[in-house]
């Protein structure tokens, strides 16, 4: 992975320092739905400036995994921490966690009656109390910096899917979040989209933030990641880097999935 540079790692403090420590550590989680165990055992730690892509087969469990980081989905046991801390359960304590984990869905989640602009300041404004003016400019920044800059004064719906979905990774961005998780962030593309979504997070992952990217793109997982993590019946069944899990999985349900994706 590239070592983050002046010009494009994220104001996180001492980010060249502190690489490499634990950031999100998820230790012994189940989930249930009803008699449904959607998670078994899970046990991953990511650390500082690491990125890491969930891959597997529909329901094998990796949204849900992605969404218990920052609590959207409620574990029935377990623990998770992030940067040190154990997820709170509820209220502001939560809240103050949650601004710590940018989160990047399938569908982009925009407010359709607020401009680019006003989309990406709200959270800064209302939740870290930043000056507008200030909110602003620096909204600007990452507009410019995920090529949408020419479109801050537009409503959502006057862009394409694969522009707004870069405004959802600039509004995360605008948090200055420890950790980005995506869901799914080019599912929901035409295909002709996706590679511009996919640029800008490459180009991210090359600055040196901490992802945890849930995805089919076999080709952004060779590219981007340190790490590949591959699930299957809600457990996490391999983890290796790309090199030696796309050559040489270790697991019958690996090479069963690679196999699969390969002949067709």
């Known amino acids: 992975m590239t070592t983050p540079d002046a010009g494009s790692a994220p104001k996180t403090s001492n980010i060249d320092v502190r690489r490499g420590e634990p950031l ?43 969404r218990t980081i920052n609590r959207l989905e409620t574990i029935t046991s377990g623990r998770i921490s992030i940067d040190g801390r154990e997820l709170p359960k509820e209220g502001k304590a939560l809240a103050a966690l949650r601004a710590d984990v940018g989160m990047v869905f399938q569908s982009f989640n925009l407010f359709a009656h607020l401009s680019i602009l006003d989309n ?56 200055q ?23 800008v997070m490459v180009g991210l992952a090359q600055s040196g933030m901490t992802m945890i990217v849930v ?31 796309f050559t040489d999985p270790k697991s019958d349900r690996a090479k069963d999935f690679l196999s699969k994706l390969l002949t067709h």
Not at 153 to 173: D, E, F, M, N, T
Not at 177 to 199: G, Q
């Open 120 to 175: 990406v300041t709200l959270g800064p404004i209302k939740v870290k109390g930043m000056k507008k003016a200030d909110a602003e400019r620096e909204a600007r920044t990452l507009l410019e910096r995920v090529g949408v800059a020419q479109q801050a004064a537009k409503l959502p719906a006057q862009l394409s899917g694969g522009q707004q979905q870069r405004v959802a990774i600039a509004r995360a961005l605008a948090m």
């Open 177 to 199: 979040p420890k950790v980005m998780l995506f869901d799914e962030p080019t599912s929901a593309l035409d295909p002709e989209m996706i590679n511009e979504v996919l640029d």
């Open 215 to 245: 995805t089919h793109e076999m080709g952004f997982a060779r590219k981007a990641a340190d790490r590949v993590v591959f699930m299957a019946d809600g457990q996490i069944v391999e983890e290796a880097t790309p090199e030696e899990f």
């Open 24 to 66: 999100v550590v998820m230790e012994d989680v189940q989930k249930h739905y009803g008699d449904f165990q959607a998670l078994k055992d899970i046990n991953l730690t990511v650390n500082r400036g690491e990125v890491v892509v969930v891959i597997g087969p529909s329901g094998s469990g990796k949204s849900t995994l992605c």
